[in-house]
């Protein structure tokens, strides 16, 4: 069960440095990347820590992350579609596709 979630998280890693470098303007990727990975680091160390924090219950551990994961997933469904579109170079760019798409 470890080896898949692992799996899972690796895969997710890497989608996430593709998906913020392709929606990120050109002068702004570094922080977003940045912000990305500190995001990351910190679920990295709370991950552990909320398992030893449900200790007395297994189930809540598991419904925990269980909801968790299940609205990632489903704010993934906001995330704006690329397919066919430039990467934005600037704020700008990225403003005008905000007001494009209507949500």
Known sequence: ???IGSMFVSGTWGTL???VAEQSPTTHRGKMSAICSIAARIGSFAGPQASLMFTWNKTATLVFFAVLAISAG???FRLPETKGRTSPNTAQEVEDRK???KF
């Open 1 to 3: 069960m470890c080896l």
């Open 17 to 19: 440095y593709l998906y």
């Open 74 to 76: 489903l704010l993934a």
């Open 99 to 101: 007001r494009e798409e």
